[in-house]
Every structure is written in C-alpha cells, then in structure tokens.
C-alpha cells in the first residue's frame, strides 16, 4: 500500500516562500513519477509540477520560474519549493505518485498567501 503525506503548508505573506514536503511510504521502490497539483476554492484541481516519463519536470506556466519540484529518493520524499508566492497561490496542495499506472493521491496541505 502507497502512503503519501504531504507537510509544509501554512500562511505566508505575498512574496514570501515555503516549501512543502511530501512523505512516500509502501511499495514504491522501481519507477514511479511525482507531481504536485493545487486547488483553490471553487475550482478544479490543476497541475503544478510533473514529472515525466522522460524523467523531465513541466510546471504550469503560472509558477514556472517561482516553483521547483525535487525528490530525494534516501529520504522517500518529494519536495515543492515555493519562492515569489502571490495571494492567487492560495490553494490546498496536493502531491500525486503514479506507480505501475496506478495513481495515488496525498490528503493535501493548505497554503494561503496574503496581500
């Protein structure tokens, strides 16, 4: 059984940074890929970083050079730096494994930027 628990999140200042952590736990040795999508109130869950087959990293054009989406494999951990936010970051984060095409999704962590 795959586990993901994402930490990190929390109320910051426009401008400010966080970086929220993702916790990979179960069978997830071999390949599987990371993403980190967000939603904001009222409206549907969209991504921010994925990871590719390839093994490259897209980001939504809205955090492409704000947001950097990095895994430590010793640690079992996913990792989304937050850098320049804006109050329009405000949403729950949630981290995604997609492992042997299944697709496990963490419980989320909410991030609020204020003006």
């Known amino acids: 059984q795959v586990q993901l628990v994402e930490s990190g999140g929390g109320l910051v200042q426009a401008g400010g940074s966080l970086r929220l952590s993702c916790a990979l736990s179960?069978?997830?040795?071999?390949?599987?890929?990371v993403a980190w999508y967000c939603q904001a109130p009222g409206k549907s869950r969209e991504y921010v970083a994925i990871t590719t087959g390839g093994g490259n990293i897209n980001y939504a054009d809205s955090v492409k050079d704000r947001f950097t989406l990095s895994r430590d494999n010793a640690k079992n951990t996913a990792y989304l730096q937050m850098t320049g936010l804006k109050p329009e970051d405000t949403a729950v984060y949630y981290c995604?494994?997609?492992?042997?095409?299944?697709?496990?999704w963490g419980q989320g962590t909410q991030v609020t930027v204020s003006s």
């Open positions: 995604r494994l997609i492992k042997s095409d299944n697709v496990y």
């Open positions: 179960g069978s997830i040795s071999g390949d599987s890929r």
